[in-house]
């Protein structure tokens, strides 16, 4: 039977992963709230396709999946897919890219995790309601719940296998390195030559995995990596 932290490599099924967690987003200086996590639920239906890293996210990636995510449910601070079956074409057609990941599933599930692309929104969370994201940490608001703005989901396209995810900490269970009330530290702003902001609209559109980031220049849709 396929429980938490168990990859079945003779049917294709690795069961229980983490595709969100409640925390500081690595690198983003963004977090996911208890609403973020709702919010990316509501957004998933039947599946969601899943690929190897997020090469091409922002091109037509059609016939590049390699297995599909199902029966997405809430387990406390985790946002998780019940079930990861891989294609069998993936699993006929790349049996060497096919057993390195089910080596990782089974043998260091800590060292990678998922990262989901999605469109969404930034907005600080108050006691009286939401205020937009002018891009700098400075200017949070007295009654803010928490030190960093959130992030709320809206369309989520995909669910992808990367090594360094920046919303959840490991393939199966919470790792070190997550933050649950983050303090801001560092610089007040969140811009830099290399991130493009639309102030009106609250949003960024970005590339990035980790820490590392790219400029993405299509403002509509708008689409994150995490």
Known sequence: QVGIGNADRTSGIISDVILLEIGEARGHRMFISKRSLGMAHEQLGESLPAY????????DRLLNEIGVFTDFYVDGDKLRARTFTVFPSFMNDEPERYARLFDLAEMAPSTFGLSIVFSGDVAWETESGDVGFNGKLADKPDDALYELPSIFPSNIASADFVDTPAATSALFSTGPNRDKQPISKGS???????IKFDGDSGSYFYITSGS???????IDPLYYYY
């Open 52 to 59: 190897i890293s997020h090469a091409g996210a922002f091109e």
């Open 212 to 218: 590392y980031i790219q400029p993405y220049e299509q």
């Open 188 to 194: 007040d702003n969140l811009m830099s030559d290399k």
